[in-house]
């Protein structure tokens, strides 16, 4: 297995144009990485459908993520001079942070390079058309770039052509040992699902937290073990999380022992507990509780709402933080969701997702990828 062993994580952090409401935030936290995924890194995927297990390993183990999907990410803008003045071209357009490139002129834009591929092929001082997802939407923008003093067409944009960052691993299967973590997208989706190509998860160390406060979600500084290698493969983002299967399997990864996973109905407004790393490696056990249940009878990301009442995390925390998306939810010795949102105005609180419809969904990709 082909894999770069040496992996700097750069201070900017990706924009949050995923950003729910005014009062919520993805309790997810996302950074840029250089590096680049090898084709043999990703394992082969199996086409036999197996049933996923209802007795699933609760997990709280924070990883790294390593998407290479479909375009690529405007993550700032750079000011060009024309005329005595300085402009950015796409900024000026209409583009915005998070944006994602998907077409240039009508060709599809996969990683970086093929930008400055279409960009060459570019007459000067030639009009272009750049389709863009933005929150789950395509859009359509009209341009016209400058031309450098090496006559090099520029679009005044910093990309980035890969989504990395850290999260929490939610469950295990102990049979068929795949996975599932995070608890929501990574980026806006045009589709509820999405097969990802090229997707690796690591063994991630948590650094140090930055407290929450109110109005200002906190969040987890953590960096990729790349020496421990990888963990496993993403073969599937959508809404609801990142699903795949673990390519190293032993007694530590594993954990602890499978517990029963619970119905929607069966979720309740009492105590319950959660597994999550706030340092180095070391998943820990905390107290919290639900206090509200929304009835849901078909999938959806916002299930139930919990709120802290470990004194010795708050006390680390000041709430719920970013990298905690996907931390397991235990109530009553069953697997009930995932942490998946912090509540901006007040960080003790959050929502969490029915384990049932991350479950469902990654059977259903399963089944399908068959």
Known sequence: MVFPMALTIHAESLPRSQLSQKNEKEAGTFTVVDVTLAQNDVPALTTKVRQISQQLIPSGQSIGMQIEGSGVVIVGFEELSYNNEKVSPAKDAGCEVGDIIVSINGTDIRKMSDVTTSLKALPEEKDLTMELLRKGEKIAIHLTPIQDDQDVSRLGLLIQDQLSGVGTLTYIDPETKSYGGLGHNIYPLDQQTENVEEGLIFYSFVDRINKSAKNEPGEKEAHFLAEKGVLGAIRQHSVFGIFGELTEVNGAILGLDPI???????????????????????????????????????????????????????????????????????????????????????????????????????????????
């Open 260 to 370: 029963p996973v619970a119905k929607p109905s069966e979720v309740e407004v009492g105590p319950a507990e959660f597994l999550t790393v706030i340092s180095g490696e070391k998943i820990e056990r905390f107290t919290c509780e639900v206090i509200d249940v929304s009835e849901q009878t078909t999938p959806a990301i916002k299930s139930f709402i919990i709120k802290l009442t470990d004194e010795r995390l708050i006390e680390k925390t000041g709430g719920i933080v970013q990298g905690m998306s996907g931390s397991p939810i235990i109530q009553n010795g069953k697997l009930i969701g995932a942490v998946t949102h912090v509540f901006v105005n007040d960080p003790l609180k959050g929502y969490g997702v029915h384990l049932e419809w991350m479950l469902s969904v990654q059977q259903q990709h399963q089944e399908e990828a068959a």
